[in-house]
């Protein structure tokens, strides 16, 4: 182990030289006087009270720690927390951490420290809902610890409940949740507290640390010496600023962990009511008998104050605390008071409950001041009051820590670590019912201590045939036999006595346990040993723990056993308007009438929860811290070797260093050994051929050279040293990733096979799906184009169908065919004396581009119009004449198109409806003409004029530049010129205007 030289004793007990008390106590004390306040046995961690400050803990030394061994770094708190949490990890196995030791050994602190270690060891993704559970987590102790801490004789913050925190882990190892389990409050503090002792720390923060504002609100005055429940620790307050920082811290707390200002408010205004209850007094009215004297309240503004702030009717308030309702035979209900004759009867049969306080009785005169009593049905309900409110503290937590949106298929099964820090054993000068359970549940950890540690242990290796030499310890069952053993042990004998009818009266039970007990070894009381005169008769008797003596008085256990509390009662709290209180009483809800069944007692009850809290433990992986109280005096660096002997014995410790000596650190059957080791050996990876699986783990332990170290049983193997352990540990983790290798890659080759399967079949569907849509397609087409050849349409009108996205360039072409075929179709039809025409006509619409729309298209065309008579009756002869002339001279062909025209400077060619075109000559200038005098009048003739000259040129092999434009430019003697058109309603024939070098054809516009 690091850091620690021999000078600083053995680290763990297990090395002593001799296996002695004296050796055990020189060790512990050498060691404790160097500051090292943790010693191991074995895994088993011993923590002395070191009562100051030690820079142990912080996260430094949780980094040292994190992932270590237990062996590797020096005993602390932080390796026992690793241990259990690498044990869960490993092994998917829920642990525990039990931690026992007396009142003020240490327990709370411990838990403290293992919350922290956990906390800052998971979430390294920082997620989260793991943040919001960690915080929940540790400011959750910060609550219950006001709620159900006070400071005693033996403790400053001593936990007067017991808590079992089990918290849930992911796969991962990061808390998810957890739960709170709390057992046995001991509320009868509420109400009385020793000499020396305080009142829970809720009361007196809420009195040093509530706002001015807020404790008026509550009717409530600083001083908490002003309220019965709180006098007597008041002179032991700490400071009142701690006690205010501690009411802030609190208050924060809450808030963290998600109460409503509203439910904070609640708790704060039940707390200063239970006060107000606890001055409440009452005096006995004149009339009567004394056996039926009614009482009356002294101080009546007590009840408006508990009115106002528990939310409920004044008067039922004054008739719970005066009268109750008690059903009478059938269904009958009858109020019936209580009388002053109870409240003696109380006075007399618990006189711890039911005080006398010298009230402020000054209203009365002097002769007849009556004597102020207080009811105990008063106090019984001002401490169920305090103990639904941290019941529902708990609750509130728990709701808020439940892991959420878990799914056990999806998430894995969650793991727990459970934290167990219940009161230690403890004994008072007076014992009564509480420390009576106290040291029950005490023995019974102790007995879940030897069940695991010491005797399943011994009988595991007798079973397995290992050679063993017994170690003799003190077996405590039978103390815990004495307490709940069926129809004679205590607790049977106390609940019997509850269920009498009739006043039985705590001396009776004490007289029926004498008689059941008489030879009991470990029971005595002062009937069975009159000679013992520390007890007395009647009220006392004894047990002889497995910790020690304890001397308990049988005063108030019937009545803490019963513990009852009137209907009434309880209906008022339900009634309440203010829904935390309300929800803290559901039972408020029965009719009186159902009230019928007995209710479990409080013994009873408590036996069942440490039943369940053991078997609980049992299935469990436990790890212990077994803390020692090293004096009475709460001082540092002081260790009363007696009384740590006391402990050292008591908590059986050597025996536990002697078992542990003997015997080994793990045990595993073959077959789960070889599931966890078998990689590390080339025999046993990754299935072993030998006869046994013991036969395996031999090989494979031979390969290690571990044999030595290790012991086999029948069915499982004995390792001795955790040391071996490790070893093996690490080699299986520089395997590890090499196996997560293998499978990553057998997996991620099953998914990828998966994948390309499921494509391959997505291909095959669409293929096939394509092949049908193909075919359907053409299925259609031929059954539509079934008529094209049907003239004069050729299919004109047919609508091609929607082809399949991979037809659409078959289709494409298909229209392309079809067109060119309908093309065909329609051409052969065609007069050979108009094909020169349909020629024209084709060239004017490639040439025209669809710029014009207008261009005469569907007239006949008749090129040559100036031979025409229609078109030229007065010239056509005289145009037929000289062209003959041309003819002969120039020995021109054909007239390809004449018509009239009105020449400027040369000619050219329009768009629109117009008859303007412009007639470009290269290196000579453009001709601008307007086709004129047709008839009809404006015929349309530019678009013949175009395809006449466009066939022509291609006729030729020429290309004809044809433009369309509104605003044609121009050249005439070298000069741009630009020419437009301009339709004019009032023009009677087009004529050309020239404006400033710019032509303006006038069209008539009709
Ligand atoms: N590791 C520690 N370092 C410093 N002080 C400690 C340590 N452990 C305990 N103490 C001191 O001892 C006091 C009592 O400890 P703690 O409350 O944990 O006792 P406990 O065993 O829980 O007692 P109880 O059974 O009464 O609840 C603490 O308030 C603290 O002052
Ligand atoms: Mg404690």
Not at 590 to 613: C, H, W, Y
């Amino acid at each position: 182990m690091e850091d620690e030289g021999p000078e600083c004793g053995k680290p763990d007990f297990v090395l002593l030289d001799q296996v002695t008390m004296e050796d055990f106590m020189e060790n512990l004390k050498l060691r404790f006087e160097k500051g090292h306040i943790y010693t191991y046995i074995g895994e088993v961690l011993v923590s002395v009270n070191p009562y100051q400050e030690l820079p142990l803990y912080g996260p430094e030394a949780i980094a040292r720690y994190q992932g270590r061994e237990l062996y590797e770094r020096p005993p602390h708190l932080y390796a026992v927390a690793n241990a259990a949490y690498r044990a869960m990890k490993r092994r998917s196995r829920d642990t525990c951490i039990v931690i026992s030791g007396e009142s003020g050994a240490g327990k709370t602190e411990a838990s403290r420290h293992i919350m922290q270690y956990i906390a800052a060891v998971t979430n390294p993704s920082q997620r989260a809902e793991v943040e919001r559970v960690k915080d929940v987590l540790l400011k959750s102790t910060c609550v219950l610890e006001a709620f159900g801490n006070a400071r005693t004789n033996r403790n400053h913050n001593s936990s007067r409940f017991g808590k079992y925190m089990d918290i849930n882990f992911d796969f991962k190892g990061d808390p998810v949740g957890g739960h709170i389990h709390s057992y046995l409050l001991e509320k009868s503090r509420v109400l009385k507290q020793h000499v020396g002792e305080r009142n829970f720390h809720a009361f007196y923060q809420v009195l040093r640390g509530c706002e001015d504002k807020e404790l008026q609100e509550l009717h409530l005055q600083r001083n908490p010496a002003l309220y019965n429940f709180t006098r007597q620790g008041a002179g032991l307050s700490v400071l009142d600023s701690d006690e205010k920082s501690h009411h802030q811290a609190v208050t924060e707390a809450m808030r963290v962990i998600g109460f409503s200002p509203e439910e904070v408010a609640s708790v704060h205004r039940i707390l200063a009511s239970i006060l107000h209850l606890g001055n409440i007094k009452f005096v006995e009215l004149e009339e009567g008998s004394l056996e039926q004297r009614g009482l009356a309240v002294t101080d009546e503004v007590l009840v408006d104050h508990v009115a106002e702030l528990t939310a409920t009717p004044r008067e039922m308030v004054l008739r719970c605390l005066l009268a109750r309702t008690v059903a009478s035979g059938g269904r009958e209900l009858i109020e019936k008071g209580h009388t002053a004759a109870e409240a003696s009867y109380a006075r007399d049969a618990c006189a711890k409950v039911l005080w006398r306080w010298g009230g402020n009785l000054e209203a009365f005169p002097e002769e007849t001041r009556p004597e102020a009593v207080r009811g105990s049905w008063l106090l019984a309900s001002s401490q169920a009051v305090y103990q639904r409110l941290f019941e529902w503290v708990v609750d509130r937590i728990n709701r808020v820590m439940e892991p959420r949106d878990r799914d056990p298929r999806r998430d894995g099964k969650d793991t727990v670590i459970g934290v167990l820090d219940i009161y230690g054993f403890e004994v008072f000068p007076v014992n009564s019912f509480e420390q009576f359970c106290i040291n029950y549940c005490n023995e019974k950890l102790q007995q879940l201590f030897i069940q695991l540690i010491l005797k399943q242990e011994q009988e595991e290796y007798e079973r397995e045939g290992i050679a063993w030499q017994s170690v003799e310890y003190f077996n405590n069952a039978t103390i815990v036999d004495l307490v709940e053993r069926p129809h004679r042990g205590i607790l049977a004998v106390l609940d019997e006595a509850c269920g009498s009818a009739g006043p039985i009266t705590d001396r009776i039970f004490l007289q029926t346990l004498d008689t059941h007990h008489r030879h009991h070894p470990h029971y005595t009381s002062r009937q069975l040993c009159p000679t013992d005169k520390t007890m007395e008769f009647g009220r006392d008797f004894r047990i002889k723990h497995y910790a020690g003596d304890v001397m308990y008085s049988v005063e108030g256990f019937i009545d803490k056993n019963r513990d009852s509390l009137f209907q009434d009662f309880k209906r008022l709290l339900y009634n309440s308007t203010d829904p935390t209180l309300r929800a803290m009483w559901p039972d408020g809800q029965q009719d009186i009438t159902e009230v019928t069944k007995r209710p479990l007692t409080a013994g009873t009850l408590f036996k069942n929860s440490m039943v369940a809290l053991v078997e609980n433990l049992a299935s469990k992986e436990p790890f212990y811290i077994r803390c020692i109280k090293p004096n009475e005096d709460k001082l540092a660096a002081k260790l009363d070797e007696g009384h740590c002997r006391h402990q050292v014995a008591y908590l059986g410790l050597l025996e536990n260093v002697r078992v542990r000596r003997a015997g080994f650190a793990s045990r595993q059957p073959y077959s789960r050994f070889l599931l966890r080791y078998k990689m590390t050996c080339e025999y046993t990876w990754p299935n072993h051929l030998l006869g046994s699986d013991r036969a395996a783990v031999s090989a494979l332990l031979e390969q290690h050279g571990l044999q030595g170290d290790v012991a086999f049983g029948h069915s499982k193997l004995f390792i001795r040293s955790p040391r071996t352990l490790v070893t093996l540990e690490q080699s299986r983790a520089c395997l590890i990733p090499i196996i997560v290798l293998l499978l990553q890659k057998a997996w991620r080759g099953t998914l990828a096979r998966r994948h390309f399967r499921r494509l391959r079949a997505v291909y095959t569907i669409m293929r096939w799906f394509r092949r049908h849509k193909v075919r359907a397609h053409l299925a259609e087409m031929q059954r539509r184009f079934q008529a094209a050849r049907q003239p004069p349409l050729y299919g004109r009108d047919l609508v091609w169908p929607l082809p399949p996205a991979v037809l659409q360039p078959f289709q494409d072409i298909c229209q392309a065919l079809f067109c060119r075929w309908r093309a065909r179709q329609l051409v052969k039809n065609i007069p050979p004396s108009d094909m020169a025409q349909i020629k024209a006509k084709v060239a004017a619409m490639a040439a025209l581009q669809e710029l014009r729309q207008d261009w005469g298209c569907r007239r006949a065309w008749a090129r040559d119009y100036l031979s025409s008579a229609t078109d030229n009756p007065t010239a056509s002869g005289l145009f037929a004449q000289r062209l003959k002339t041309l003819r002969e001279k120039d020995g021109f062909g054909a007239v390809l198109f004449s018509s009239h025209v009105r020449k400027v400077t040369g000619l050219s060619v329009t768009s629109g409806r117009d008859q303007l075109v412009v007639l470009h000559a290269r290196g000579y200038d453009d001709l601008v003409v307007c086709l004129h005098r047709s008839r009809p009048p404006l015929d349309n003739r530019v678009g013949e004029l175009v395809g006449v000259l466009a066939a022509h040129c291609q006729g030729e092999g020429r290309a004809l530049e044809v433009r369309v434009s509104d605003c044609i430019p121009l050249t005439q003697r070298g000069a741009r010129r630009l020419v437009s058109v301009e339709p004019k309603s009032e023009q009677p024939e087009p004529d050309f205007r020239c404006s400033r070098g710019t032509f303006t054809l006038l069209w008539p516009d009709c």
